[in-house]
């Protein structure tokens, strides 16, 4: 597959109108900018609204002509840089629980991705906002994009991305999320740092991983060398065309999600990529933790990847990262 073969063609971006989703949309234009993509933007109308004393439930909104009307004229104010840009764009407004009301429009949409701002760190927002954009990630079939507020940078032409870490713990969601590194770095002449961290006893606290005791050196020499080899390994298995791609591949010790983040500083990455595991409580209690460390407290935008069936030619397609069915107008 060349690397011009990559494509992202819809975009679908929710927003609440808050600061967060502004930094989500500044880059959602620069990647629709990049790619000649089509963007949705999504206002979601809760189902129980409260304001003051009074609570308005069920279709009161959608059905109310004048509260539609002044959803559709926030979202074609928040849209005005892609008017400026002329870029492709179309609005839609929905009443119901945000996230599922998300992944229904991803899915008729057929989105390549969806760019979700969020919150940051702590308080009544992590709680609320947190909560929908952990839902879309563990959830939704394409890849999600999450933009923190707190991450001061943009991405800017030519190449939008210079440098992208991609973590990786050998799974299928990381092999695949590896696959879309590769592709998306050739496209944006990127370089990437492929990482992979060793947790030697996560159960024995931070200490075991800083502490020099000579009893526990030569385990984790050898973890780290089977590691690298590893590594290597996963690399040659993806690597298909994009052998121009710069690959430094990395091998750490201590707990992943701290690694992933102090790396992603270090080298200041403007983008972390992630494999996404499935939403089941077996799969999120164990593998969900770590992504959700680092979505919640990461400076740059992480992209998560889920690996998709490939019974369908849909998913056939998308798994080889060409998606080059046309993007259905809109009005």
């Not at 959608?62 to 840089?81: G, K, M, T, V």
């Not at 030519?158 to 991609?166: H, Q, S, T």
């Not at 298909?240 to 990455?269: F, S």
Request: aromatic share 6%.
């Amino acid at each position: 597959m060349a690397a011009t073969d990559f494509r992202i063609e819809r975009i679908l971006l929710p927003t609440d109108f808050s600061e967060f989703s502004n930094q989500a949309l500044r880059h959602a234009l620069a990647l629709a900018r990049k790619f000649k993509a089509r963007i949705k933007v999504l206002y979601v109308i809760p189902q129980v609204y409260v304001s003051g004393e009074a609570a308005f439930i069920g279709g009161a909104w959608l059905n109310n002509p004048e509260i539609r009307q002044q959803a559709e004229e926030e979202l074609r104010r928040f849209l005005s840089p892609a008017r400026e840009a002329r870029i492709d764009h179309e609005i839609e407004v929905r009443e119901g629980e945000h996230w599922r009301e998300i992944v229904a429009a991803a899915e008729e949409m057929r989105a390549d991705l969806v760019v979700a701002g969020t919150h940051g760190r702590s308080g009544a927002e992590r709680f609320i906002l947190g909560s929908v954009a952990e839902k879309l990630v563990r959830r939704l079939p394409c890849p999600v994009l999450t933009v923190c507020h707190e991450e001061g940078r943009t991405w800017e032409a030519p190449g939008l991305i210079g440098r992208i870490l991609c973590a990786t713990d050998f799974s299928e969601a990381a092999s695949h999320a590896l696959k879309f590194t590769l592709a998306l770095a050739a496209s944006t002449e990127a370089e990437v740092t492929l990482l992979h961290a060793v947790e030697i006893f996560p159960d024995l606290g931070e200490a075991v991983y800083r502490a020099a005791l000579p009893e526990v050196q030569p385990l984790r020499a050898e973890l780290q060398r089977k590691a690298a080899q590893q590594l290597e390994e996963a690399l040659a298995s993806v690597r298909g065309d994009h052998r121009a791609v710069h690959v430094t591949p990395r091998v750490v010790v201590g707990r992943a999600y701290k690694e992933i983040l102090w790396v992603a500083a270090e080298e200041r990455a403007d983008l972390i990529v992630i494999g996404a595991q499935g939403h089941g409580p077996i799969e999120h209690m164990i593998s969900g933790s770590n992504a959700q460390h680092v979505i919640r407290r990461a400076t740059c935008p992480v992209l998560t990847v889920r690996p998709l069936p490939a019974h369908s030619a849909v998913d056939e397609a998308r798994s080889k990262l060409t998606l080059a069915t046309p993007a259905r107008a809109s009005g």
